[in-house]
Every structure is written in C-alpha cells, then in structure tokens.
C-alpha cells in the first residue's frame, strides 16, 4: 500500500513551457485534489474531483488543467508555466461519503521552479 | 465562503511543556469538520487530529488534543509534552460536510511555526 505518490519530487521550467504533475493513490478514494502551498499563505486549492470523469475548480484554478479517467489517478497540467507558478504542489486523496468527513492523505509534494 | 485564521505565525515553548496552538473559523454551515496537520521540514503533511460540528466532547489523540469551542468558532491544538520532534508547521483545516459548492474541500489557515527549546 504506497498511498498517494507524486512525481516528480522536483521541476525547473522555463516560462511557457507545459508539463503534467502526475498524483497516483492505491487506497481506492473516491475524493482527490491538488494544492499549491506558497510561503505565508497555506495551502490553496487549485482543482479537485469527487470520483472518476468529475472534476471541479478549486479556489485558483486559473492555468492548471485536470482530468480523472480512473479512480487512481489525477494529474495536473500545467498548460504554459508562468513565474508565478513556482510553488509546491500537493495531491491529496479522501473517502468521499456525505456526512462523514474523513480525512485527507497527502502526497510527498512536487516542489516546482519556473524561471 | 469558509475561512480559517491562525494568528500565530510562529510559537516558542519548552520541551516537555506544553503549547496551544490558536485556530478561528468561519462557516454558516452547520455540519463541518475540524483538521490539525503537521509539516515537518521535511515537507510531508501529517494529518493529527479531527473535530467534527457535532461532536460533544473534545477529540483527543494521544499528547493531541483539540480545544472545541464552536459558540467562539475556535478549535485549538494543545499539544502536550512537548518534544523536539514537534518543531514544525502547523495548519489548522476545516471541511464543510453538507452538499453545496464547497462541499469536501479542505481550506486551510496560514500556519503557525512551533519551535521547540531544549
């Protein structure tokens, strides 16, 4: 049981570049998400998704793209990198049952560089 | 829109004492849930104690505990015991249980920095 994995652990772009964060979970979790954490403001939430082929934006979704064909997985993109999307990305995987609020379970992170 | 307020950017205490971390929140929902999670430097977050609306007494886990006092919105951490390996980031969380838009996302405060003393 491996959890949530992310990769890569690092990433230096060039601006206008495009990539894929890749966030993977073997727990069979309906509810997954990205965050971005940036220093003095917590972590932010850019899309999520409540099951396969359902996905939704979060609160700074602008310039990320998402999409879940399986329950496993749920990769971010990054369409054309901007300076200001130096960060680190979190994935994050839950339960998803109305009422009941489980917990989260965090990825290792994806510490990205835009330059 | 849900929020979460950690006015504490930073915390000192000595090991082995104990240290309460501050959290405010603000919901008009009535159903929602309370997180506590940790981040080490070395990045990872740790989840560490849950609070639900609902709940009557104070949830407890081990040298964690979680001061609810929903009339005030606040939902406190007080770790006990405090020992050097407790030196981190801490984020306070709240997750809204009932349908609606915002419904199962987590909105996390800014963090507070505990250090512990020797």
């Known amino acids: 049981n491996a959890g949530v994995t992310q990769t890569p652990k690092f990433q230096v772009l060039k601006t206008g570049q495009s990539m894929t964060l890749q966030c993977a979970q073997d727990?069979?979790?309906?509810?997954m998400s990205w965050y971005r954490q940036d220093p003095g403001m917590g972590l932010r939430l850019i899309h999520y998704?409540?099951?396969?082929?359902?996905?939704d934006q979060g609160e700074v979704p602008n310039g990320y793209n998402v999409s879940r064909s399986t329950t496993e997985d749920f990769p971010l993109r990054l369409l054309s990198a901007a300076p200001s999307q130096t960060s680190v990305y979190f994935c994050?995987?839950?339960?998803?049952?109305?009422?009941?609020?489980?917990?989260?379970?965090f990825g290792p992170g994806t510490r990205l560089t835009v330059t | 829109a849900q929020k979460i307020t950690q006015t504490q950017p930073g915390m000192f205490v000595q090991e082995k004492e104990a240290v309460t971390l501050d959290c405010t929140y603000d919901?008009?929902?009535?159903?929602?849930?309370l997180f506590w999670y940790k981040q080490p430097s070395s990045g990872e977050m740790i989840f560490l104690i849950y609070?639900?609306?609902?709940?009557?007494q104070n949830a407890t886990e081990g040298r964690y505990s979680l001061n609810f006092q929903k009339a005030r919105k606040s939902a406190n951490l007080v770790i006990s015991a405090s020992q050097l390996g407790d030196s981190a980031m801490y984020f306070c969380?709240?997750?809204?249980?009932?349908?609606?838009?915002?419904?199962?996302?987590?909105?996390f405060g800014q963090g507070t920095i505990l250090t512990v003393h020797p």
């Open positions: 994050a995987s839950s339960y998803f049952l109305l009422t009941v609020p489980y917990e989260q379970y």
């Open positions: 919901t008009s929902d009535p159903s929602y849930g």
């Open positions: 998704s409540v099951g396969a082929g359902i996905t």
């Open positions: 727990m069979n979790h309906e509810y």
């Open positions: 609070q639900g609306s609902y709940d009557q």
């Open positions: 969380a709240m997750k809204l249980n009932a349908g609606g838009t915002s419904y199962g996302k987590l909105t």
